[in-house]
């Protein structure tokens, strides 16, 4: 069953018990909106339910999860209310994604930005190619990472490593997000045969068991992710009224290397 929604941006392809969610078009990501991330919960959500499907795969073509938080939603919001609704919808996403009662993989290949690697550590297994890159760069933005970014680098990194690497706004490649535990595994190869080599691997493993593991980690960890989200939501809204942000944002119109003054 193949279901494509979003105008073409997105196809929903289920195969008896693995349902892949593909991201069409490059840089979707980059300009979602509103409408789109309902979409995209309800179609998760819709997953969740069914009692057949039990391995997610979420991928995308080259560069589908790049995502530039700060130049395609943040400068579409007219009003504070407009801010505090995409925060809350962005939010249900990542929270819908990791509380999925399946067993979740994210096939990442080209860059990753932005909501795009949240959106990538909410999933239960990150196989990437060698060609991808993670660009964590939202410091450089003068804003801070969203959609749970701060729990799900320190569930992997540790506080003290996960604060550095925000501060740091560094591009990573494959290899260096591998050897800090950002990635699960690197394609040997093919991308999609890895994948597709991961779920026959979990088809012939007690994937109710795995899925039963997942739901108590997750249950034990759901109250700290929602206090981050919101954590997350206040705090941007506050960055985005700063002198810095607003350099930065003037910087970008002139093509230069803002000058931030700690205002």
Same mark, same amino acid.
């Given at each position: 069953?193949?279901?494509?929604?979003?105008?073409?941006?997105?196809?929903?392809?289920?195969?008896?018990?693995?349902?892949?969610?593909?991201?069409?078009?490059?840089?979707?990501?980059?300009?979602?909106?509103?409408?789109?991330?309902?979409?995209?919960?309800?179609?998760?959500?819709?997953?969740?339910?069914?009692?057949?499907?039990?391995?997610?795969?979420?991928?995308?073509?080259? %560069? #589908?999860?790049?995502?530039?938080?700060? &130049?395609? +939603?943040?400068?579409?919001?007219? !009003? /504070?209310?407009?801010?505090?609704?995409?925060?809350?919808?962005?939010?249900?996403?990542?929270?819908?994604?990791?509380?999925?009662?399946?067993?979740?993989?994210?096939?990442?290949?080209?860059?990753?930005?932005?909501?795009?690697?949240?959106?990538?550590?909410?999933?239960?297994?990150?196989?990437?190619?060698?060609?991808?890159?993670?660009?964590?760069?939202?410091?450089?933005?003068?804003?801070?990472?969203?959609?749970?970014?701060?729990?799900?680098?320190?569930?992997?990194?540790?506080?003290?490593?996960?604060?550095?690497?925000?501060?740091?706004?560094?591009?990573?490649?494959?290899? %260096? #997000?591998?050897?800090?535990?950002?990635? &699960?595994? +690197?394609?040997?190869?093919?991308? !999609? /045969?890895?994948?597709?080599?991961?779920?026959?691997?979990?088809?012939?493993?007690?994937?109710?068991?795995?899925?039963?593991?997942?739901?108590?980690?997750?249950?034990?960890?759901?109250?700290?992710?929602?206090?981050?989200?919101?954590?997350?939501?206040?705090?941007?809204?506050?960055?985005?009224?700063?002198?810095?942000?607003?350099?930065?944002?003037?910087?970008?119109?002139?093509?230069?290397?803002?000058?931030?003054?700690?205002?």
């Amino acid at each position: 069953m193949t279901v494509n929604f979003l105008k073409d941006a997105l196809q929903v392809e289920v195969n008896g018990r693995v349902a892949k969610i593909e991201l069409e078009k490059p840089h979707v990501l980059h300009r979602i909106q509103n409408d789109m991330i309902k979409e995209l919960i309800q179609k998760l959500k819709e997953i969740s339910l069914s009692d057949e499907i039990q391995i997610v795969i979420l991928t995308g073509k080259e %560069e #589908a999860f790049f995502s530039e938080f700060r &130049n395609s +939603i943040l400068n579409e919001i007219e !009003n /504070e209310n407009d801010f505090y609704y995409t925060m809350e919808l962005i939010n249900e996403l990542m929270i819908t994604i990791y509380s999925m009662p399946k067993i979740t993989i994210a096939g990442i290949s080209g860059r990753a930005s932005g909501l795009g690697i949240s959106l990538s550590l909410a999933t239960d297994h990150i196989l990437v190619d060698e060609s991808c890159q993670f660009v964590m760069n939202t410091m450089e933005q003068g804003i801070i990472p969203v959609g749970g970014a701060h729990f799900f680098l320190e569930r992997r990194l540790g506080e003290d490593r996960a604060r550095h690497l925000i501060w740091e706004s560094k591009t990573l490649s494959a290899q %260096e #997000a591998k050897a800090l535990n950002l990635v &699960n595994e +690197i394609a040997k190869g093919d991308l !999609n /045969e890895a994948i597709d080599n991961k779920v026959k691997q979990w088809g012939r493993s007690p994937i109710l068991a795995m899925i039963k593991t997942k739901k108590i980690l997750g249950e034990k960890n759901r109250p700290y992710l929602l206090k981050m989200l919101e954590l997350e939501k206040f705090a941007l809204y506050r960055m985005m009224q700063t002198e810095d942000y607003q350099e930065c944002c003037q910087a970008f119109k002139e093509n230069r290397k803002p000058t931030y003054l700690g205002k």
